[in-house]
């Protein structure tokens, strides 16, 4: 089924507004929702991102399939969530599990509100206050469906005063289902939270999603996002720094392939004087892969003395590929320290020529050196499980030679 943009919005939104009301859910949720516009190509944030391959009807059904590969275990701690619903959970002392929490601060887009208004089963996990967990969380988020379908997981973790852990967000999706999911991570005054958003799914599916970083206290967050285009990748990332002293990294390789897609629009919001952020992401496209960078700093005026940075630089590996990357700085205070740079690039052809002239293949140059382009951030992966999964996973990206068409349904 083919819609125009402005038609496929509404019925989106039709659909979207009777599954809530079915679900009988939280009134302030769906009074958003009542008021939201779905985007169409109009849309400035969206101009990028076509959603016709929503048009099938993926939010007419609920993702119910098996897995036929689970993601395998990089930690000893495991909560599993399977088409939205929690499966199984090994957590260590000082954390706790529970399905109700904190409301989320930021929500702005209307997948983010329809997530809030249907997710029957949040899961929010707590570490506890001075607590320090040795290793990481690994939250397995996965779905599957033969035919268009969704789910909706929404996942919170809250780390109170002095508390210290690592999350590791972890993506995987099978077939058609549509993953429409939100997570919050809130942070009170001396928390140090490492996270890691790892996204692999496969090509036919769809992935939509909502992060929200809440720096309610004077914490440290650290987050690494690593994703691969599908065919349909949306990354609404927002991050609120909203107590003085507090420090937010963010770091992140996207790779698109064959005719695959990721969009990714960032915003950190500095509402409060003395903090910092550093953005630095790194983008590879191949053969038909279209991806969007959009990153923002928003420097509210009573933010003085802020000092933050946007890097994102991008490599074309093919004639066909696309990058649209877009820095932007609003800035309403004259004390800070800000910066933003981004550069769209090809690999260069003398480094490529002296690797073959050497007796490497040219595609295998191709490959050395897209790695050699991203491996500094590889390089800065804390947890060396992590490390161990994302350096096959981007060399499999960058060996993969499919003809364009082959690969994404």
Same mark, same amino acid.
């Given at each position: 089924?083919?819609?125009?943009?402005?038609?496929?919005?509404?019925?989106?939104?039709?659909?979207?507004?009777?599954?809530?009301?079915?679900?009988?859910?939280?009134?302030?949720?769906?009074?958003?929702?009542?008021?939201?516009?779905?985007?169409?190509?109009?849309? @400035?944030?969206?101009?990028?991102?076509?959603?016709?391959?929503?048009?099938?009807?993926?939010?007419?059904?609920?993702?119910?399939?098996? #897995?036929?590969? /689970?993601?395998?275990?990089?930690?000893?701690?495991?909560?599993?969530?399977?088409?939205?619903?929690? =499966?199984?959970?090994?957590?260590?002392?000082?954390?706790?599990?529970?399905?109700?929490?904190?409301?989320?601060?930021?929500?702005?887009?209307?997948?983010?509100?329809?997530?809030?208004?249907?997710?029957?089963?949040?899961?929010?996990?707590?570490?506890?206050?001075?607590?320090?967990?040795?290793?990481?969380?690994?939250?397995?988020?996965?779905?599957?469906?033969?035919?268009?379908?969704?789910?909706? !997981?929404?996942?919170?973790?809250?780390?109170?005063?002095?508390?210290?852990?690592?999350?590791?967000?972890?993506?995987?999706?099978?077939?058609?289902?549509?993953?429409?999911?939100?997570?919050?991570?809130?942070?009170?005054?001396?928390?140090?939270?490492?996270?890691?958003?790892?996204?692999?799914?496969?090509?036919?599916?769809? %992935? *939509?999603?909502?992060?929200?970083?809440?720096?309610?206290?004077?914490?440290? =967050?650290?987050?690494?996002?690593?994703?691969? +285009?599908?065919?349909?990748?949306?990354?609404?990332?927002?991050?609120? =720094?909203?107590?003085?002293?507090?420090?937010?990294?963010?770091?992140?390789?996207?790779?698109?392939?064959?005719?695959?897609?990721?969009?990714?629009?960032?915003?950190?919001?500095?509402?409060?004087?003395?903090? @910092?952020?550093?953005?630095?992401?790194?983008?590879?496209?191949?053969?038909?892969?279209?991806?969007?960078?959009? +990153?923002? *700093? %928003?420097?509210?005026? +009573?933010?003085? +003395?802020?000092?933050?940075?946007?890097?994102?630089?991008?490599? #074309?590996?093919?004639?066909?590929?696309?990058?649209?990357?877009?820095?932007?700085?609003?800035?309403?205070?004259?004390?800070?320290?800000?910066?933003?740079?981004?550069?769209?690039?090809? #690999?260069?052809?003398?480094?490529?020529?002296?690797?073959?002239?050497?007796?490497? !293949?040219?595609?295998?140059?191709?490959?050395?050196?897209?790695?050699?382009?991203?491996?500094? #951030?590889?390089?800065?992966? /804390?947890?060396?499980?992590?490390?161990?999964?994302?350096?096959?996973?981007?060399?499999?990206?960058?060996?993969?030679?499919?003809?364009?068409?082959?690969?994404?349904?």
């Amino acid at each position: 089924m083919s819609l125009s943009a402005s038609a496929l919005a509404q019925e989106l939104k039709t659909q979207a507004l009777a599954n809530a009301q079915t679900n009988g859910s939280a009134g302030d949720a769906l009074a958003a929702l009542e008021a939201a516009n779905f985007p169409e190509r109009k849309t @400035e944030q969206w101009k990028y991102t076509s959603l016709q391959a929503l048009a099938d009807g993926h939010l007419n059904a609920t993702a119910d399939g098996e #897995l036929a590969q /689970p993601l395998p275990a990089l930690s000893d701690y495991v909560v599993t969530i399977n088409n939205g619903q929690l =499966v199984s959970h090994n957590l260590p002392d000082g954390v706790s599990l529970s399905h109700d929490g904190p409301a989320i601060n930021g929500l702005q887009t209307p997948f983010a509100f329809y997530n809030s208004a249907v997710a029957s089963q949040p899961v929010v996990l707590t570490v506890a206050a001075n607590t320090r967990i040795e290793q990481p969380i690994h939250v397995q988020i996965q779905s599957a469906s033969d035919a268009p379908a969704h789910c909706n !997981p929404r996942l919170v973790v809250v780390l109170n005063q002095g508390a210290e852990a690592a999350v590791i967000e972890h993506y995987h999706a099978e077939g058609q289902a549509l993953t429409n999911a939100v997570t919050a991570l809130i942070t009170a005054d001396n928390a140090q939270l490492t996270h890691y958003r790892l996204q692999g799914e496969q090509a036919s599916s769809l %992935h *939509i999603g909502t992060l929200i970083i809440d720096q309610q206290g004077v914490s440290k =967050v650290d987050s690494y996002q690593l994703m691969t +285009g599908n065919r349909l990748r949306r990354n609404d990332v927002r991050a609120l =720094v909203s107590k003085s002293g507090a420090e937010l990294n963010m770091k992140g390789i996207f790779v698109v392939r064959d005719k695959s897609h990721v969009d990714n629009q960032l915003c950190v919001e500095h509402s409060v004087p003395n903090c @910092e952020s550093d953005q630095n992401f790194k983008g590879l496209a191949g053969e038909s892969g279209k991806a969007v960078f959009n +990153g923002r *700093i %928003h420097i509210h005026p +009573g933010a003085s +003395g802020t000092n933050a940075e946007l890097s994102n630089k991008n490599l #074309l590996l093919n004639p066909g590929a696309e990058i649209n990357t877009k820095p932007e700085l609003e800035i309403y205070n004259d004390d800070v320290k800000c910066a933003h740079g981004t550069t769209v690039g090809q #690999l260069d052809a003398m480094q490529q020529f002296y690797l073959q002239s050497r007796g490497i !293949p040219a595609a295998e140059a191709k490959r050395m050196l897209s790695l050699g382009f991203v491996n500094e #951030l590889l390089m800065t992966l /804390p947890h060396e499980k992590v490390a161990e999964w994302a350096t096959p996973w981007l060399e499999a990206e960058l060996a993969h030679t499919t003809p364009a068409g082959d690969r994404a349904a």
